[in-house]
C-alpha cells in the first residue's frame, strides 16, 4: 500500500458503510494556461486544481483526507476496488466539461442580470414596477454586457408576503409582451409556479430559475421537461417565512450538496437531464452569516455535482452585515468582489444588480485566467 492509499484508508471504511456518500472538493486552484503533470481540469473551464479533499459522509461523521489531484485516482483504486471507482465517478462530475447552458457558454464566466417587476424586492423593489422601465433597464443590462436576463415578479426575500399567481402574472404579462423588442439572447422567468413558467416560455424565455428546484408546484417539473427548458435549482430551507428563523444544518456545505443532488436525481427521472441544468446553493436563503461564509469558502465542492453552477451574491444581506452598509445599493464593490471570488473557484454565471460593473470585473478575471 502506498502512503497516499493509507491516507484514504479511513475514507474507504466509512465508504463501506451503507448511506455513506463521497465527495471531492478540489483545491489550489490555477489557470488552465499554467497546466502541469500535477492538476486535473476543473469543470472544462479557464481552471485546473493541483489538489483534492476527498471526503465521506456516514450518518454523523466525516472522514477527510487531501491528496494530489492527479495521485487520487490511483491511490483510491489501490485502497479499496469499490472507493476507487466512487472517487472516479465524482472526479469525472467535477472534471468534465459543461455544455451550453440555454446557448450560453459555460467556460466562461457568465452575468444573469437581475430586473424585478415588484413592489418589494429588497434591493430594487419598485425601482421597475412600471412595464417600460423594466424593459428598458433589460435592454440596458443586456448593452452592458448579460448574458442573460432574468425577470422576477414575486419578492424571495426574507418575510416577504407571497403573491398569488394572478398577480404575478399581471405584472409580468407587459414585459412579457416585450421581450421580442430586446436584442437576441435567453431570458430567465424567476419563478416558483407552472402557470407562470408556461407564460414566461410561452413569451420566448428558455430558463426557469425556481427558488424551491422546482419543488413548490407539483406542476413545475413536468412543464419545464416537457417544454425543454434549462432550469437553475436553488437550495432553500424553509420558505420565506420561516427560512432565517434559526436555520441549522449538520455541515452546510455537504447538505446543501445533498440537497441539489437529491433534486438532480428527481429532474433527471423525469425527463430533464443533467446537461439543461444550474445548481445555486442558494446563499441568503435559510442560512446564517457563517453559513453563507462556509458555503462561499466551499464553492469547488458543488462542482460535484455534474453541472454548471450558478452563485446568487448580489447586494444581499450578508454583505451588508459584512461590511456595515446597511443600504442594499450601497453595496455593489462588496457584490463584485463576491463574484470575481466565484469565478476564481470556477462558477460559471453570477446573479448582478449592477452588471456594468460586474462585466468590468469580468474583463479583468480573463485577462488573469488566459485559457492557454
Known sequence: MTEASADLSGCAALAAEPGSRVYVRPAALVSAADDGPCSLPLAGGRLRFCLAEVIVRAGPRIARTVLPAAALPAAA?????????????????????????????????????????????????????????????LAA??????????????????????????????????????????????????TRRAGVMTAGLDAGATIINDVSALADDPQALPVAAARGAAVVLMHRRGDAATMQIDPRYDDVALDVFDH?????????????????L??????????????????????????????????????KGWLGRLTARVAPKERMPGSVAAAFHAWSQGVQMVRAHDVAETAQARAVWEALNPTG
Not at 437581475?114 to 421597475?128: A, L
Not at 446553493?281 to 458543488?302: D, Q, Y
Request: net charge negative.
Open 260 to 276: 441539489l443532488e437529491d433534486r438532480i436525481a428527481v429532474c433527471e427521472a423525469a425527463g430533464l437531464p443533467r446537461a439543461r
Open 141 to 190: 443590462c443586456r448593452e452592458a454586457g448579460a448574458d442573460v436576463l432574468d425577470i422576477g415578479a414575486e419578492s424571495t426575500r426574507p418575510f416577504a408576503p407571497a403573491v398569488g399567481e394572478a398577480e404575478e402574472l399581471a405584472r409580468l404579462a407587459p414585459v412579457f409582451a416585450c421581450l421580442a423588442t430586446l436584442r437576441p439572447g435567453p431570458v430567465s422567468v424567476d
Open 278 to 315: 444550474l445548481a445555486d446553493p442558494g446563499i441568503g436563503f435559510g442560512k446564517t452569516l457563517e453559513h453563507n461564509v462556509a458555503l462561499l469558502r466551499s464553492l469547488t465542492l458543488f462542482h460535484g455535482l455534474g453541472c454548471g453552477l450558478l452563485l446568487g451574491v448580489s447586494r
Open 77 to 137: 483504486a489501490t485502497t479499496d476496488a469499490a472507493f476507487g471507482a466512487r472517487v472516479d465517478e465524482r472526479l469525472a462530475l467535477v472534471s468534465g466539461p459543461r455544455p451550453d447552458f440555454a446557448g450560453v457558454a459555460l467556460d466562461r464566466p457568465s452575468i444573469m442580470a437581475i430586473v424585478n417587476v415588484t413592489p418589494d424586492s429588497f434591493s430594487d423593489g419598485g425601482d421597475f414596477a412600471d412595464p417600460a422601465a423594466a424593459v428598458e433597464r
